[in-house]
């Protein structure tokens, strides 16, 4: 597509239920990440996936949060039982190659989700 | 550990005088510094970038500078715009041994007044 697709843009979900995320790159991106704004806060990295690498999961807050990405291509970040804290705006990003330094890469609008 | 930081929540600058942003960093292997400017409900969009071996970067309105000694880059907008209104990102990447991994501070929002 033309560009990163993210979906759903909002999420309301249950304190304890799981939630599952999706990201859509753009096509041909080798590299796709996650990030998380929480209210108030920068950008938290979350996981990156590079090629056929092992994804960097070192920004993972828990181990209830996991992530997947199927053939080179779309990524579901899930959240287990879900807390309140989890509440945050999730953007996922692409880029050729890993990235190059001077342009960075292309984020998707975000899904917004909210534990109640 | 925040490795790189905006000390600055938020900034209010008159149209058509100059914003500057600031951002500090710890780590002196990044390789590259980036601005990112978001508005509410869209993800951040790339703005611009200078590579630690340069001090000075610009594009049209926009330009960044970096103090390597000082650890310390700030973005000038001039003259600034309504438009401009935005959160500004501060972005820092150690690509060589830590792939494409940026490194955000906390962002300042940016209100330029008509």
């Known amino acids: 597509g033309a560009g990163v697709s993210q979906s759903p843009s909002n999420k309301v979900t249950e304190k304890g239920k799981d939630v599952e995320l999706r990201c859509d790159p753009i096509s041909g991106h080798t590299a796709l990440y996650w990030y998380r704004q929480s209210l108030g806060q920068g950008l938290e990295f979350l996981i990156y996936f590079q090629g056929n690498s092992a994804p960097d999961k070192s920004g993972l807050p828990s181990d209830r949060f996991s992530a997947e990405r199927t053939g080179g291509s779309v990524s579901t970040l899930t959240i287990q039982r879900t807390q309140q804290e989890d509440s945050a705006v999730y953007l996922c990003a692409s880029s050729p190659m890993g990235g190059r330094g001077d342009y960075g890469y292309t984020f998707g609008s975000g899904t917004r989700l909210t534990v109640v | 550990d925040q490795q790189v930081k905006q000390n600055s929540p938020s900034l209010s600058v008159q149209e058509g005088r100059i914003s500057i942003l600031n951002c500090d960093y710890t780590?002196?292997?990044?390789?590259?510094f980036l601005w990112y400017k978001k508005y509410p409900a869209e993800g951040p969009t790339f703005l611009i970038s200078?590579?630690?071996?340069?001090d000075k970067n610009e594009d049209g309105r926009f330009t960044v500078f970096l103090n390597k000694s000082a650890k310390h880059l700030s973005l000038h907008i001039v003259p600034s715009q309504p438009g401009d209104s935005a959160v500004y990102f501060c972005a820092a990447i150690n690509f060589y041994n830590q792939g494409g991994k940026l490194i955000f501070g906390q962002g300042t929002e940016l209100s330029v007044k008509p």
């Open positions: 200078i590579s630690s071996i340069k």
């Open positions: 780590n002196s292997m990044f390789d590259y």
